[in-house]
């Protein structure tokens, strides 16, 4: 059970982390 905890820690921190950065990145680059 809690191997599937860590996987899909390991699998949402990342991607949620790009997601954010991405929009940041969207952001600037439709202000600039």
Request: glycine share 6%; proline share 3%.
């Amino acid at each position: 059970m809690w191997s599937l905890v860590w996987g899909a820690a390991i699998v949402l921190i990342p991607a949620t982390a790009a997601l954010i950065w991405i929009s940041q990145k969207d952001k600037v680059t439709r202000r600039g």
